[in-house]
Every structure is written in structure tokens, then in C-alpha cells.
């Protein structure tokens, strides 16, 4: 049997590492213009099924024979499976991901005021399932909408739960936030269904705000699990019957594609062993080591020390941001960082976007006895003093110490 995904553009897809850990069937990448896609729904390329994504899901929604209650409401399929006579018929399990991506992260939107941001297929999805699980009242926020980025804040004060369906904040664009929610004071929780990176900086502030968040990862993982019932024929699954095992499997693979997704970041105090021990689980992991030290005097041509002795520390922490911006929101990568990266509140995004952080705690003890002649904050600031002012960063922003 042949299966795929179905797109315009698909260089990173995950959906063939997704599907494979559910189901043994072939499952390609089908990267198609138009006029193509419009050919596969007149039976050229011979599938048995198939996912779609970006820009297609309304298109196929048109082309396709037969529709699930869900699909033609919401005028769009993601998954689509041939027909005996002919023809195709299409469901949309991005209702099914992303009902489990909410109730996974324990939010609740029964009788809640909720806004999704943006207008396009993915929010007609999301509305569905939020209308499926109760909502009490469901508001859209767009660009030109009634309701918009300018007056949101006072037409929809009263909002408790947002869902960002943009993708503002996706990578490699990721400094931007779809709105701030700091201005709304009823807020319980933010659900982000972007998945790259990891934490958004929409969700970055919905947790700092101590609010319940939930990531796209989840809802990307759970859509195919439902897609692969589909394709091989089994019954499908609402979520709230979801059985233990059934939910297990789909949360073994949520974790997996996530470690697999994240960066190993190490921080910690200068000579803690960052680049010693980064290189050493590259090696053991098979991913590619990057030391930001390096990466600053191969962008501009100076190791960090002559930058701080030439140009001072606030021009070097200044290029260092620039230098995490560019290699941090990456993925997969084993990464040591400079000391006193934690220093510049900035950073502290970009290390917690795409990151698993790690601290390499050192005793004060083992600090004192490494060698400064390289290093002119250690040598003209004492090592205690420096200790006292990082460690408390260290400790707020790491994941696991070691």
C-alpha cells in the first residue's frame, strides 16, 4: 500500500518519521504543483492515500468524492484515502490532534471564552474542535478581521484561553509574538500550534505568566495517529475515549521526535567543562557539536577575549546575541555557551526556544583552580564574584543540572 504527504514545499517535514513509527506501509514525500495535485485526484499517481498540508487542504477538500461530517464543515482534509469505485474521500484529523494536544496539556475550554489568532485552514480546524469540547464562546482575531490586532484588547478583554493558528513565531522568523498577553487579565491559558521551535515566544510569555500551555508538537504527532488508523482501515478515535495504551504511544513518540528536535544546550560557569562534555555526547548521540565561542571568531574574525579587551563587554555581549539568534533556534545540535550568556536577558529567549538546557554545576572549589590567562572577565572580575551574579541564572533557566 502507498501512502504519502502532500504539499507545495515540504523540506522538513516530519510526517514520513511520524508515520513510520506507527505503521509499516510506504509512506513518500509528494512535493506537487497544482495541476498536479488536481491530476492525483483523477487517479495519476495510483495511492492508496494520502496527508495534505500547506497550500492545499481547501483544494483537496473540493476535489475529493466524499467528505466526514468534520471535513465539510470545515472545507478542508488532511487525509484522504481512494475509494473502491473511484475517487477519494477526505476527513480531517487536525480536529482529533487538536483536541488531544488541549486535553494532554490538561486545559480545559468547557464554558470558557476562547480567541484564536487567524483566520486561515488551521483555525477552521480549531474551531471545530472547540465547539466539539463546549467552549462558551469562540472569537477570531485577524489582521483585517472585526476583531483585530489593534482593538483586541479591548473587544475580547474577557478572553480566557488563546490559540495562536498563525505562523508568527515559527522558524527561522521566531523574535515575534502574534500579541501580548500580559493585556489580558482573565487569561488561564495559551495553546501555540506552531511546533518549531519548541517553546515560542508566545508560549515563553504564557509560562512565565505562570498560565497552562500546549505546543504544536503534540497535535502534529496526534493528527498522523489518527491518520494512520485511517489509512489502515481500523476504527477511528475520539479523544476522550482514547484508551492508556493507545495515548501512551502517542505520547512515546511526542517525547521522541522532541529529543530528537532539541538542542543538548550546555551553560554553566567558564571552565565547567561545556565543550569537553559537548563533544563528547555529539559524538555519542551522532549530532553535530557547536562551541558559540567558535562560532563568534569565525563570524567576526576575533576570539571572544580580544573582543572584550578591544571593544569592551557590553559591545561583546552585543554580537554574542547576534550569534545566539543564528545557531540556538536550530535543531538537533550540541551546544556550549559562553558563560556569561545568561547575563543579557535577550539571550534567554533564544536559549529556551529549541533547548534543552543543561547546567554544568561546579563547586566554587573546582572553579578557582582552572586557568584565566584566556579569559579577562575572570581575570578582572574575582571568580566568586561572578559565581554570585551567574549561578541564580544558571539555576532559573537550566531544564536538568549535571
Known amino acids: 500500500m502507498k501512502f504519502g504527504v502532500l504539499g507545495k514545499s515540504l523540506p522538513h517535514t516530519y510526517s514520513p518519521q511520524i508515520h513510520k513509527e506507527f505503521a509499516d506501509y510506504e509512506y513518500t514525500i509528494l512535493e506537487r504543483t497544482e495541476e498536479q495535485v488536481r491530476a492525483i485526484f483523477e487517479g495519476a499517481e495510483n495511492l492508496d492515500g494520502f496527508n495534505v498540508t500547506i497550500p492545499y487542504k481547501k483544494l483537496a477538500a473540493s476535489l475529493c468524492k466524499e467528505l466526514s461530517p468534520a471535513a465539510k464543515e470545515i472545507s478542508a482534509v488532511n487525509t484522504v484515502v481512494a475509494l473502491p469505485g473511484g475517487g477519494f474521500s477526505g476527513d480531517n484529523t487536525d480536529v482529533f490532534g487538536f483536541t488531544f494536544m488541549l486535553t494532554n496539556a490538561g486545559i480545559d475550554?468547557?464554558?470558557?471564552?476562547?480567541?484564536?489568532?487567524?483566520t486561515g485552514g488551521a483555525s477552521a480546524a480549531v474551531n471545530y474542535a472547540l465547539k466539539q469540547m463546549g467552549a462558551g464562546s469562540i472569537n477570531f482575531c485577524s489582521r483585517t478581521g472585526q476583531i483585530n490586532y489593534e482593538n483586541v484588547y479591548q473587544v475580547a478583554a474577557g478572553t480566557q484561553i488563546i490559540i495562536n493558528t498563525t505562523p508568527v513565531g515559527m522558524f527561522p522568523e521566531i523574535d515575534n509574538s502574534p500579541i501580548d498577553l500580559l493585556q489580558f487579565k482573565n487569561l488561564e491559558a495559551a495553546a501555540d500550534i506552531v511546533y518549531n521551535p519548541s517553546r515560542t515566544k508566545f508560549l515563553q510569555q504564557a509560562q512565565e505568566l505562570g498560565l497552562k500551555t500546549a505546543g504544536g508538537l503534540s497535535m502534529l504527532v496526534a493528527q498522523a495517529w489518527q491518520a494512520s488508523r485511517i489509512f489502515k482501515v481500523e476504527k477511528t478515535v475520539v479523544p476522550e475515549a482514547l484508551e492508556g495504551p493507545q495515548q501512551e504511544e502517542i505520547n512515546t513518540v511526542i517525547e521522541k521526535l522532541q529529543n530528537q528536535m532539541l538542542n543538548i544546550t550546555l551553560i554553566g560557569m567558564p571552565g565547567s567543562g561545556k565543550t569537553t562534555l559537548g563533544k563528547k555526547i555529539a559524538k555519542e548521540q551522532n549530532r553535530k557539536f557547536i562551541d558559540l565561542d567558535d562560532a563568534f571568531k569565525k563570524e567576526y574574525g576575533i576570539t571572544p577575549a580580544q573582543c572584550i579587551t578591544q571593544k569592551g563587554e557590553d559591545e561583546f555581549r552585543r554580537m554574542e546575541t547576534q550569534i545566539?539568534?543564528?545557531?540556538?533556534?536550530?535543531?538537533?545540535?550540541?551546544?556550549?555557551?559562553?558563560?556569561?550568556?545568561?547575563?543579557?536577558?535577550e539571550n534567554w529567549f533564544y536559549l529556551r526556544a529549541n533547548s534543552k538546557i543543561i547546567y554544568l554545576e561546579r563547586p566554587l572549589e573546582f572553579l578557582l583552580k582552572q586557568d584565566t590567562s584566556n579569559r579577562p572577565l575572570s581575570q578582572n572580575n574575582k571568580i566568586e564574584e561572578l559565581y554570585k551574579e551567574r549561578v541564580p541564572l544558571y539555576e532559573m533557566l537550566c531544564d536538568e543540572r549535571y
Open 109 to 118: 475550554v468547557a464554558g470558557k471564552n476562547c480567541l484564536i489568532l487567524g
Open 324 to 345: 545566539a539568534k543564528k545557531i540556538l533556534p536550530q535543531s538537533g545540535l550540541v551546544i556550549a555557551t559562553g558563560g556569561g550568556i545568561v547575563t543579557r536577558k
